[in-house]
C-alpha cells in the first residue's frame, strides 16, 4: 500500500519507475531505519548485473530532492538516508537526538524565501538541528 503511494509520487515528479527505484524504495520499507549509501549498494548490487555505486548515489538524490528520503548527517559525519515520514510534503527540515537517533520534523526555515546570503546566491540548503529528545532528557 505505501509503496503505491511513493511509485505514485515518482510519477508525479516525471521520474520513472525503473527497477533499481523500486528496490531502493523496497529496502527502505523492509528495513524502517537509516542506511547508508555503502549499506544500500551492498544489498541492491545482488539483485541487479549492471548496479553502480554511482548509480545507487543518483538515486538517492532523486528521491531526496522530491522528498521522498530524508538525508541525516550522524556523528561520525557521514551521510544516512531513511524515508521521510513527514505529514505535510513541503518544504521542512529535521532535528535528529543524538542520544538515541530519534528524527523529528520542522518547518520553521528563516532560509526559506531568502535570495541572497553574504553575496551567494541561495540555491538549496540543507539543513539538520541536533539535540535530545524527550524520553532521552
Not at 45 to 50: E, R, S, V, Y
Not at 61 to 82: C, F, H, S, T, W
Request: charged share 30%; hydrophobic share 40%.
Amino acid at each position: 500500500m505505501f509503496l503505491d503511494i511513493l511509485l505514485a509520487k515518482l510519477r508525479t515528479n516525471k521520474l520513472k519507475q525503473t527497477p533499481k527505484r523500486k528496490a531502493i524504495l523496497k529496502l527502505f520499507l523492509d528495513k524502517r531505519c537509516f542506511l547508508s549509501p555503502e549499506e544500500i549498494f551492498v544489498v541492491i548490487k545482488n539483485g541487479f548485473k549492471k548496479a553502480s555505486f554511482p548509480s545507487i548515489y543518483r538515486n538517492l538524490d532523486e528521491l531526496y530532492k522530491i522528498g521522498i528520503l530524508l538525508k541525516v548527517q550522524k556523528p561520525d559525519r557521514r551521510l544516512y538516508y531513511a524515508l521521510c515520514t513527514a505529514e505535510d510534503t513541503g518544504h521542512h527540515h529535521h532535528i535528529v537526538c543524538v542520544k538515541c537517533g530519534k528524527i523529528g520534523e520542522f518547518s520553521e526555515c528563516l532560509l526559506l524565501n531568502k535570495k541572497k546570503v553574504g553575496g551567494f546566491k541561495i540555491l538549496d540548503h540543507f539543513l539538520q538541528l541536533e539535540g535530545i529528545c524527550n524520553e532521552c532528557s
